[in-house]
């Protein structure tokens, strides 16, 4: 297996998901796929890395009508690579984690698809959740990011940044132990790079790491830090389309200098934000979407779609409870 390939995350899982795909066509056919990993995304195009280096891909027409097919940030494609040059991703091969939300009333008005997922990350390994000893701590609020790390498949690491603050960070450090047993974590200085060997030391040949964290905690430091860079600049995928004009994709999977890969992506970010607005309760939120009523308390409406559920076994009383305690205590 190539080693290039293995630096950008790949593995024995993907490669014999990719010769499956390839397995049935001709041997002309074949010749033209390629294995890629997507490093950007935007709503028309993807950037890509493979072995023929980064490039920009679009989705196959196909795919793109039926609407099956939404590659995420870390996810393998097989790509198409035509003869004029311009990639066709024609299929996302299985992931081996996912970071996704369940998208709420304001975000998805389909409601027939009340359940319709977004996949924020594919493929992530080891996820950086990041704290500091200051008003920013609160272990509630840890304990549901590690919550959502374990479903996503990734593992979770907790990050006690700006170790700076107290002479003993002692304390702090033995909440975080009570988490959960054999959490690792790390106590960090990212402004001076303190403590930084042990989060590269993570970062194995073809590791994928996110970070995430609430606003000010220094994440994008680290992330400088360990991409080894001054500022925080966009990275772009460049190509040229079919008429040969320039365009450029953003990327925001990058390689990390010494091993590893590092995801970036403003959708990983907001996890902060998702967490208040949803919380752990995606699926009683998509479902409230559903209610006749806007406003709908989910009590006795009519045509209340949450209390439909209740009914048909599919949400327990228990957790409705939950939903609406946590909705009156905002
Ligand atoms: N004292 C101290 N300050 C730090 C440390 N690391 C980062 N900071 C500072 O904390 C502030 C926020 O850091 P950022 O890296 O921008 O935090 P962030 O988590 O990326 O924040 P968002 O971009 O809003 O998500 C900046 O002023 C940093 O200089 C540290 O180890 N110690
Ligand atoms: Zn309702």
Same mark, same amino acid.
């Given at each position: 297996m190539s080693s290039e390939l293995r630096a950008l995350g790949w593995g024995d899982d993907f490669e014999q998901a990719f010769e499956a795909y390839v397995a049935p066509l001709s041997s002309e056919e074949r010749a033209r796929l390629t294995p890629v990993r997507v490093v950007g995304v935007q709503r028309q195009t993807f950037g890509v890395r493979g072995l023929h280096g980064e490039e920009e891909a679009r989705l196959a027409g196909a795919s793109r009508h039926a609407g099956t097919l939404t590659p995420a940030i870390g996810d393998w494609c097989v790509l198409d690579r035509a003869a004029d040059g311009a990639g066709r991703i024609l299929a996302v091969l299985p992931r081996r984690t996912t970071f996704a939300r369940a998208l709420g009333a304001s975000e998805d008005t389909r409601r027939s698809q009340a359940l319709r997922q977004q996949v924020i990350a594919a493929n992530v390994d080891l996820v950086l959740i990041v704290t500091a000893p200051d008003a920013d701590f609160d272990l509630e609020r840890l304990e549901r990011y590690v919550q959502a790390v374990q479903q996503s498949g990734a593992r979770p690491v907790l990050v006690l940044n700006k170790a700076d603050l107290h002479a003993d960070t002692g304390w702090w450090v033995r909440q975080l132990g009570?988490?959960?047993? =054999?959490l690792e974590i790390h106590v960090t200085l990212a402004e001076s790079g303190q403590g930084l060997e042990g989060l590269r030391a993570l970062l194995t040949k073809g590791v994928t790491l996110a970070l995430i964290g609430?606003? =000010?905690?220094g994440k994008s430091t680290l992330t400088n830090a360990l991409l080894g860079r001054a500022a925080a600049p966009t990275g772009e995928v460049r190509a040229s389309d079919q008429q040969g004009r320039h365009t450029t994709t953003s990327r925001t999977l990058y390689l990390v200098p010494g091993g590893g890969l590092l995801i970036d992506n403003p959708g990983l970010r907001d996890i902060a934000v998702w967490d208040a607005d949803a919380g752990d309760f995606g699926e009683l939120e998509a479902l409230a979407a559903q209610c006749r009523y806007r406003k709908c308390t989910h009590t006795t409406e009519p045509g209340c779609a949450v209390q439909a559920a209740v009914r048909a076994g599919e949400v327990s009383a228990a957790r409705l409870a939950a939903f609406q305690g946590r909705r009156t205590r905002r």
């Amino acid at each position: 297996m190539s080693s290039e390939l293995r630096a950008l995350g790949w593995g024995d899982d993907f490669e014999q998901a990719f010769e499956a795909y390839v397995a049935p066509l001709s041997s002309e056919e074949r010749a033209r796929l390629t294995p890629v990993r997507v490093v950007g995304v935007q709503r028309q195009t993807f950037g890509v890395r493979g072995l023929h280096g980064e490039e920009e891909a679009r989705l196959a027409g196909a795919s793109r009508h039926a609407g099956t097919l939404t590659p995420a940030i870390g996810d393998w494609c097989v790509l198409d690579r035509a003869a004029d040059g311009a990639g066709r991703i024609l299929a996302v091969l299985p992931r081996r984690t996912t970071f996704a939300r369940a998208l709420g009333a304001s975000e998805d008005t389909r409601r027939s698809q009340a359940l319709r997922q977004q996949v924020i990350a594919a493929n992530v390994d080891l996820v950086l959740i990041v704290t500091a000893p200051d008003a920013d701590f609160d272990l509630e609020r840890l304990e549901r990011y590690v919550q959502a790390v374990q479903q996503s498949g990734a593992r979770p690491v907790l990050v006690l940044n700006k170790a700076d603050l107290h002479a003993d960070t002692g304390w702090w450090v033995r909440q975080l132990g009570t988490l959960g047993p =054999g959490l690792e974590i790390h106590v960090t200085l990212a402004e001076s790079g303190q403590g930084l060997e042990g989060l590269r030391a993570l970062l194995t040949k073809g590791v994928t790491l996110a970070l995430i964290g609430s606003s =000010g905690v220094g994440k994008s430091t680290l992330t400088n830090a360990l991409l080894g860079r001054a500022a925080a600049p966009t990275g772009e995928v460049r190509a040229s389309d079919q008429q040969g004009r320039h365009t450029t994709t953003s990327r925001t999977l990058y390689l990390v200098p010494g091993g590893g890969l590092l995801i970036d992506n403003p959708g990983l970010r907001d996890i902060a934000v998702w967490d208040a607005d949803a919380g752990d309760f995606g699926e009683l939120e998509a479902l409230a979407a559903q209610c006749r009523y806007r406003k709908c308390t989910h009590t006795t409406e009519p045509g209340c779609a949450v209390q439909a559920a209740v009914r048909a076994g599919e949400v327990s009383a228990a957790r409705l409870a939950a939903f609406q305690g946590r909705r009156t205590r905002r």
